[in-house]
């Protein structure tokens, strides 16, 4: 197997994965890192081999170099996604990018289009909705093994150190959390939303600009109505994910999942599905929807609707609003 010839785009912090998974693989080599931090590109280089003259400070220096690559991995500050996948795109690259895609819906859907025309792969690293727990309860959601899925719920409170890329934010939970919850319940159900509402809130000692913590509320297909309430800004730590069956309520817990049925006192533990990791799955999904055409859940183009829920959360927040979901989707001209 030739393998798929790589473009770092950000060499360090989560750029660190697929650099250190490439090493590891045959169907992946990297042949140039693009960082702005020396440190960053010193590290990567010691794990992939390259030279200083596989090193840029830009994208645009490394496609100008005349460095034969098939992709490129674009794992920078969110801000950057839009302007970067564009670029790679038009440079004739697949392209891999970390969640969020980006932080507009209509750009977004631009870069798609503009890869679909092309004849190009575009990947979104939404690795939350393949952990085990996640993998596990889809399984069990879509097998119908308790019945169809009524309502759930999701909390987290935690303190995050530092604002990270969303300290600016309007809506800094949203886009740097959310993202990730909105997918991997979107992923567990099989389902997508019908209807949103959303208060995105900043308490007064919050380091965020705003949005430091979300109360939201999706309706999806199925007739299935999902809570939300998630901040990094509060004191205290603790989370919860319950979905209800008809036949049962599912809840993740360290040994496994709880399940509790009608009418027995004790809940019963169900342990895990085995399953690949991870960046194994977004790795080996996106060498098959280049190669042979196998689009993944977690493609460009599916990833939309993702990002268009936890924009749509933002806006009826903003407007006090319960929005359509297809009609916000027609208002971004997105298809």
């Known amino acids: 197997m030739i393998p798929l010839r790589a473009i770092h785009v950000g060499a360090g912090g989560r750029g660190r994965w697929p650099i250190r998974r490439f090493a590891e693989r045959e169907d992946f080599v990297s042949v140039a890192l693009v960082d702005v931090s020396e440190e960053n590109l010193v590290a990567a280089r010691e794990v992939t081999g390259l030279g200083p003259e596989a090193c840029f400070p830009t994208l645009a220096g490394a496609l100008e170099s005349g460095t034969q690559a098939d992709i490129a991995v674009v794992i920078t500050p969110p801000d950057l996604h839009a302007d970067q996948c564009l670029e790679a795109v038009r440079a004739g690259k697949h392209v891999l990018v970390e969640k969020p895609f980006t932080k507009s819906l209509s750009r977004a859907g631009q870069i798609v289009e503009a890869a679909e025309a092309a004849g190009l792969k575009i990947a979104v690293c939404q690795n939350a909705r393949y952990a085990a727990a996640s993998v596990t309860v889809e399984r069990l959601i879509r097998e119908g093994v308790y019945g169809a899925a009524a309502f759930g719920l999701m909390t987290k409170f935690g303190w995050r150190p530092g604002t990270h890329h969303s300290g600016a934010d309007r809506h800094a939970y949203l886009w740097e959390r959310a993202i990730h919850d909105f997918d991997a319940v979107r992923f567990m159900l099989g389902a997508d939303p019908l209807r949103v509402w959303g208060h995105s809130f900043n308490p007064p000692w919050s380091p965020y600009a705003g949005g430091g913590g979300v109360h939201a509320w999706i309706e999806f297909s199925?007739?299935?109505?999902?809570?939300?309430?998630?901040?990094?800004?509060?004191?205290?730590?603790?989370?919860?994910?319950?979905?209800?069956?008809?036949?049962?309520?599912?809840?993740?817990?360290?040994?496994?999942?709880?399940?509790?049925?009608?009418?027995?006192?004790?809940?019963?533990?169900?342990?895990?599905?085995?399953?690949?990791?991870?960046?194994?799955?977004?790795?080996?999904?996106?060498?098959?929807?280049?190669?042979d055409g196998v689009e993944p859940s977690f493609s460009g183009r599916r990833n939309l609707v993702t990002i268009a829920m936890v924009e749509a959360v933002g806006v009826a927040s903003d407007g006090g609003v319960v929005l359509d979901f297809e009609d916000f989707m027609q208002s971004q001209h997105v298809r």
Do not use: M, N, W
């Open 222 to 291: 199925g007739g299935v109505t999902f809570g939300f309430l998630c901040t990094f800004a509060s004191h205290g730590k603790g989370s919860e994910l319950r979905i209800d069956c008809e036949g049962g309520s599912i809840e993740p817990c360290g040994e496994g999942l709880r399940l509790q049925l009608p009418g027995v006192a004790e809940a019963e533990i169900i342990p895990l599905d085995e399953a690949p990791h991870p960046e194994t799955v977004l790795l080996d999904g996106f060498r098959d929807y280049i190669r």
